[in-house]
């Protein structure tokens, strides 16, 4: 794909993270950007609810220990279920 | 569980994130605490390298939403796993 076919599907979103304004940019839709900054805004704001004086980027820094914990959750479930469905594919005796 | 055996499974871990120190509790193991903070400490690395003028708060919050992203599709996967399972198991004829 040239680089202007490839411009030609980027999306753009302006997204307000903790009452900061990001440009979001992917080859995702709009909404799926505009879905994962709100994801982190909440995760920031429940956070900063929890310990009110932490500075911003202690708050996103924990934001992302955070998401970065339930994505590896995640992986070792997948990774559990990719094993398992393995496994059953394998003969029972041979 | 009472509180205090709760507490005594507590693993507390000092890391280094972009250069700050954190201290991260959590029940998991201390070298899982440290493994996702490595993590988010790469990704933040990454990020700044690509854009060295970007402040430390936007440079976490673009990270926590790097990290967002791969959560996203990752649960998409195992969403779209899961159903197929689920259609595996109906009868083929009914």
């Known amino acids: 794909m040239k680089n202007q076919e490839k411009d030609a599907t980027l999306s753009r979103a302006t997204v307000s993270i903790f009452g900061q304004e990001y440009v979001v940019k992917g080859t995702e839709p709009m909404d799926y950007l505009e879905k994962i900054s709100a994801y982190v805004d909440k995760k920031m704001r429940q956070i900063s609810r929890k ?44």
């Open 51 to 94: 310990a009110p004086n932490l500075a911003p980027t202690k708050v996103a820094v924990l934001a992302a220990l955070n998401i970065a914990d339930e994505y590896k959750k995640l992986q070792d479930d997948y990774d559990a279920m990719i094993k398992l469905i393995e496994e059953e594919k394998q003969p029972r005796f041979s």
